[in-house]
């Protein structure tokens, strides 16, 4: 794991290399052997566990290296800065040996504490939070992040930065402990053309970069085969159904109407409804958010004008008729918005309609309504070819033959159609290429 963290790009006395889980400190007696082997000055590491037991031995362990720090906290709950490198064999901790008051307190603060999460997604999270842009992660854990729905938050995560190599180790790695264990790399530079995958029979393949959120097997099995044809789900990062607020009259106004209290909770928007043509109409509408650019709902006392509007007696009638919001609090949407994803460079087309529209938010401001569904590509410099395929009569007739009917005959899309529709073959390479031979043979098939 060492040799993969430092490959072709070896550390500096100034380098930073953080090891959450540090235990009794195997990674950092590797990193120090490999320092020595190399003729390198040892890099600054911190080594985090919350175990006082191993970080003392650990400190002690390493007292000789004046650039070791050994740190006893709770890495989930800490704050530190960002690294060059990270290391780490996190804890395999399921939900159920969690407390109730630990399980809520990630609930709140890590995406990948959904479902019945396990402890080293969520180290997998905070790791690449504290990972430099052009840093490296090598971490080992079980292989079922890679199909789990659990883990999908995580795999949505890794697709953004990158995984560079997926390496598949023999089942007696850990004598039985870990079942099917799993050395990822995670590098944003290197895995720009695709991913290593090293196999248990020691078979090693490039496979097109790994950009959506369904299980990731099908792709790892799958890149063997000749050729598979590139779908629509294959070249985004999302395909969804707009924001859903279950109760648009309150948190939506006309922006020439804003007052300067919510024009920070204002966001352009635009309703199915308004899309005529291939272009994008200009949003007269504002939608108001009372969540963070990271799509965490803001505390009622951070809510400012936006607080003072909601409580109006009517309109906080309305909200608190909405059964869709069930037990989250009185002012949040029926859906909370996956703000980091809504944000950015997407095609837009609206739920029902004669013939299918597509139109680009080029600057990615628009928050479109629940009558919209949006495509947020991986190659955002490619959006407007991508654009161009969706408004072509191939791609028309494809959705014409594949989705439900409305009553009038209208289509009806559906983002589990839209993710199937395939590409030409010019489009294949926005999910990059799609099979090459790791020995640098290039392009094989397709
Ligand atoms: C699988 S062990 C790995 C130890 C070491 N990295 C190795 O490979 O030998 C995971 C380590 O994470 C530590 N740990 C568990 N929960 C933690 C937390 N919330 N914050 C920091 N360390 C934690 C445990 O004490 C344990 O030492």
């Not at 560079?164 to 790399?185: D, K």
């Not at 529209?357 to 955002?380: K, M, N």
Request: proline fraction near 7%.
């Amino acid at each position: 794991m060492v040799e993969k963290l430092f490959r072709e790009r070896p550390p500096g006395a100034d380098s930073t290399i953080l090891d959450p889980g540090c235990g009794p400190g195997a990674f950092v007696a590797g990193v120090i052997k490999w320092c020595q082997r190399h003729d390198r000055a040892i890099p600054s590491m911190l080594g985090v566990d919350s175990n006082p037991v191993h970080t003392a031995y650990s400190r002690q362990r390493f007292a000789e290296y004046a650039s070791v720090d050994v740190t006893a906290c709770d890495f989930l709950s800490s704050t530190f800065r960002t690294f060059d490198y990270v290391i780490g064999n996190p804890p395999y901790v399921s939900i159920t040996s969690l407390s109730d008051v630990e399980r809520s307190r990630y609930r709140r603060t890590y995406e990948t504490a959904s479902g019945r999460f396990d402890l080293y997604l969520l180290f997998f999270e905070q790791s690449l939070r504290l990972l430099k842009p052009n840093g490296r992660l090598v971490f080992i854990t079980p292989e079922k992040y890679l199909y789990v729905e659990t883990a999908s938050p995580l795999r949505r995560l890794l697709s953004r930065r990158g995984v560079e190599e997926l390496h598949f180790l023999s089942e007696e790695t850990f004598e039985g402990l870990v079942t099917y264990p799993l050395v990822t790399t995670v590098d944003g530079g290197a895995s720009a053309s695709g991913t290593c995958v090293i196999e248990r029979s020691g078979g090693r393949r490039l496979i097109r970069p790994l950009v959506n959120q369904t299980s990731w097997m099908p792709f790892i099995r799958e890149a063997s085969q000749k050729s598979s044809v590139v779908r629509l789900e294959d070249v985004a990062l999302r395909i969804s159904c707009g924001v859903a607020t279950g109760a648009d009259s309150v948190f939506l106004l006309r922006t020439a109407a804003l007052t300067p209290d919510l024009a920070p909770f204002a966001h352009p928007t635009i309703a199915g409804r308004e899309i005529s043509s291939t272009e994008l109409p200009s949003s007269e509408w504002s939608l108001l958010l009372p969540y963070d650019a990271d799509g965490r709902l803001l505390p009622e006392s951070k809510l400012g004008g936006l607080g003072d509007r909601l409580r109006d007696p009517a309109r906080r009638e309305v909200l608190l008729g909405r059964y869709c919001v069930g037990s989250k609090p009185w002012y949040s949407f029926h859906e909370t918005p996956p703000l980091k994803d809504i944000l950015r460079p997407k095609v837009l087309c609206k739920d029902i309609g004669a013939k299918p529209l597509f139109v680009v938010d080029h600057e990615g401001a628009i928050v479109p309504r629940h009558s919209v569904y949006y495509i947020v590509p991986a190659q955002p410099e490619r959006i407007d070819e991508l654009a161009e395929y969706l408004n072509s009569d191939a791609a028309a007739n494809w959705l014409r033959d594949h989705c439900q009917r409305a009553a009038n005959g209208f289509l009806r899309l559906q983002s589990h159609v839209l993710k199937k529709l395939p590409l030409p073959p010019s489009l294949e390479s926005l999910a990059s290429q799609l099979e090459f031979d790791v020995a640098g043979l290039g392009r094989r098939s397709a």
